[in-house]
């Protein structure tokens, strides 16, 4: 559809996008099918070499609440942390998030100096008052969901390509002693693509904190989720807050939750010393291990970071063609309407769709009256408020891609029909 249509041309082709009666659901960042069959080889790896781990442990049984030893190296060397400060998890790094927060609310962290053999902690985060997480925006849902759930109040800062505004975020810190924490996805931010740049780490690591027990939830989701040659990186966190003399401020999250089974993967939780001897005191009465049988498939699947890397340049073939076909369809549909942008992500599950103030919601419902469904509008805010209306997340990981293409066609149209309703300019 050329940018000179009129409006009887708009709409004739958003009712006859509304007539295909899709059944398309484009909500979530999920794999595709053919994704999960390239891990299909986990089973292999159970079947072939049994249940017992390299020291003769048998994996069907209780025990190493902290995870398998070679589970736990794997994630050392993915995330280059030495194996003793890494907790090997269940299938869901947002699991491990949920009970970093859950914790921290009951039992409080550690502070200051180690007491003796114990540690100094401060006092339950709950104790002290309504707390508050900083939570960049755009962002990651899920996130903001726990937030909401465990009552922690949400403050929005903007975020940017080369990640949050640190000067809105250097003066919350520095001057609210209840801001207790702050969401981080370094790189190949959900849903913005954005990847944080070094000075914005080494900001994050050094900054004064008016809460001694401030810590960053640091995401790293797609840290080995590349769409292009180049495979982008960011500094290493944990170093840069101990040499900032803050050891204990972040708690590393990660999985192989879009490497192997979305389902059914491997997660990781990597900190300091003493926040690892934190988490295992506190989850010793949670659980009495996890799944070590899972553990022990992805050890024997994945194997190491050259292994993982071949996986991933599978998994790319398979999704750079769709963000290839979003771009496509919105630089021919959306080029010229004026207030319209989106990026092109280089790693990670989404694209970001800017629409002029006003539209993103009645977008998703036109998309939503024909058959296709999108995150809501709102959803990568705090509280599902974008006070601008302007914000939608495409996820075109699912579907095949012809189907997304298709999608992405209807995305287009439904916000032209969205702007007409409106009464402005679609030239």
């Known amino acids: 559809m050329s940018m000179n249509l009129d409006v009887a041309s708009v709409d004739l082709n958003y009712e006859r996008f509304r007539q295909l009666r899709m059944r398309l659901d484009m909500s979530r960042g999920k794999p595709s099918p053919e994704q999960l069959d390239l891990s299909q080889g986990l089973f292999d790896a159970a079947l072939d070499e049994g249940y017992r781990a390299r020291d003769g442990f048998d994996c069907r049984n209780y025990g190493l609440a902290s995870g398998l030893p070679e589970a736990r190296e794997l994630g050392a060397e993915l995330l280059e942390v030495p194996a003793a400060q890494v907790i090997a998890g269940g299938n869901s790094s947002l699991e491990l998030m949920h009970d970093a927060l859950a914790f921290a609310l009951l039992h409080g962290v550690p502070v200051g100096e180690a007491k003796g053999q114990g540690e100094g902690r401060s006092a339950p985060w709950r104790a002290q008052g309504a707390i508050a997480f900083l939570c960049p925006s755009p962002g990651y849902d899920r996130h903001f969901a726990i937030c909401e759930a465990l009552g922690v109040r ?163 073939a398979l999704l750079a063609p769709k963000f290839a076909a979003v771009d496509e369809v919105f630089r021919a549909r959306l080029a010229h309407v004026p207030q319209v942008r989106w990026n092109v992500p280089r790693g990670g599950y989404f694209t970001s769709l800017y629409a002029p103030p006003g539209c993103a919601r009645r977008t998703v419902e036109l998309a939503g009256e024909a058959g296709l469904v999108l995150t809501p509008a709102g959803a990568a805010f705090p509280y599902g408020v974008d006070s601008e209306d302007s914000h939608l997340r495409i996820a075109p990981s699912f579907p095949a891609l012809e189907e997304v293409r298709l999608a992405a066609e209807g995305i287009a149209v439904s916000l032209l029909r969205a702007l007409e309703e409106r009464g402005m300019s679609v030239r």
């Open 154 to 316: 949400m403050i929005a800062v903007p975020m940017r390509e080369d990640g949050p505004d640190m000067d809105a975020v250097e003066a919350l810190v520095r001057e609210d002693a209840s801001v207790k924490g702050m969401w981080c996805m370094p790189l190949y931010s959900n849903p913005t693509g954005a990847i944080y740049a070094d000075e914005v780490v080494r900001r994050l690591a050094a900054m004064p904190a008016a809460a001694p027990d401030f810590r960053l939830f640091w995401d790293d989701a797609y840290r080995f989720h590349h769409l292009t040659d180049e495979r982008h990186a960011t500094p290493d966190v944990i170093e840069a807050c101990a040499a900032a003399g803050h050891a204990e401020r972040v708690l590393m999250f990660a999985s192989l939750s879009k490497v192997t089974f979305a389902g059914g993967a491997l997660a990781w939780l990597a900190a300091s010393p003493r926040n690892v001897a934190w988490w295992q005191r506190c989850a010793a009465v949670r659980t009495i291990g996890p799944d070590k049988l899972n553990q022990l498939r992805h050890v024997r699947f994945v194997r190491d970071r050259a292994a993982l890397e071949a996986l991933m340049a599978r998994h790319r």
